[in-house]
């Protein structure tokens, strides 16, 4: 049977607006397929083997608690998630999580964490906060939900954005693009959590894993109706 490894690195500091569900929704949509799934949480401290997961999750936080990370990191952490990165594990990194695999953030207090690095992009706070509803267009269709961060993101050479915005402000603001990919790392600053609403993001990121693990990204089709229903009406909501 095909099954699935997920990671979900720093539930304990990285928890935001219920980031954690993305998890459950990964899990439910390969269990509804017949397919397994193990869930290991890495919380800070933890020793893991990054080159067992199929799939990482790393959620949003505030600036403390990405304070809180820095050493965690620096005991080895940060060079286990760059080697998972190029060995091509599927991460979905959201908000705090999406900004500590860049090189920097820098608060809005203009204290400066230094970061992973695993991306070539860099994250510079501001007073004021990009907080609110969003939608924007990637590969996989539209994506909606919920953004609240005082962080401007801007990508370097060899990132592509994860989507255009359509509606609010996404890496900064300025330059309409969102998140952030990079081989089959997907980050967002997408909150809620982003996945339940957004089948094709969701399936989109299991497909990436399974291509990797057994070479076979085919998904059978689910009764989700509700999900796709939830996701238009917040569509419409969002566009207006
Ligand atoms: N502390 C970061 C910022 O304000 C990330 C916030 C979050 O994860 N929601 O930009």
């Known amino acids: 049977m095909r099954e699935l490894r997920i990671f979900h690195l720093y539930p304990d500091v990285l928890n935001l607006y219920g980031d954690r569900g993305n998890v459950l929704c990964l899990k439910r ?4 397929r017949g ?9 800070m401290g933890e020793r893991a083997r990054l080159s067992e997961a199929d799939i990482c999750f790393i959620g949003g936080g505030q600036d403390f608690e990405q304070g ?9 952490r940060a060079q286990e998630i760059k080697s998972a990165v190029e060995d091509g594990v599927t991460f979905l990194c959201v908000c705090g999580g999406y900004q500590l695999m860049g090189h920097y953030y820098e608060t809005a207090a203009g204290e400066r964490c230094p970061f992973i690095g695993a ?11 990009m907080i609110g509803n ?3 267009e990637t590969a996989f269709g539209t994506v909606v939900g919920f953004e609240n961060h005082s962080g401007r993101t801007r990508l370097g050479g060899g990132v592509e954005p994860l989507g255009r915005v359509l509606r609010g402000s996404g890496n900064n603001g300025e330059d309409g693009t969102e998140g952030a990919r ?5 980050c967002t600053y997408s909150h809620g959590p982003v996945l339940p609403k957004n089948p094709a993001f969701a399936d989109a990121l299991l497909a990436s894993a399974l291509e990797r693990r057994c ?4 998904l059978a089709p689910l009764g989700d109706l509700a999900e796709r229903e939830a996701h238009e009406s917040v569509l419409k909501k969002v566009l207006g």
């Open 215 to 218: 070479g076979d990204a085919s």
């Open 119 to 129: 991306l070539d992009l860099a994250t510079v706070g501001d007073a004021e906060r």
């Open 35 to 43: 397919l397994g799934c193990s869930v290991t949480e890495v919380p």
């Open 134 to 136: 969003f939608a924007f």
């Open 29 to 32: 949509r390969l269990e509804w």
């Open 68 to 76: 809180l990370l820095m050493e965690d990191l620096r005991g080895g």
């Open 182 to 186: 990079y081989r089959n790392v997907f």
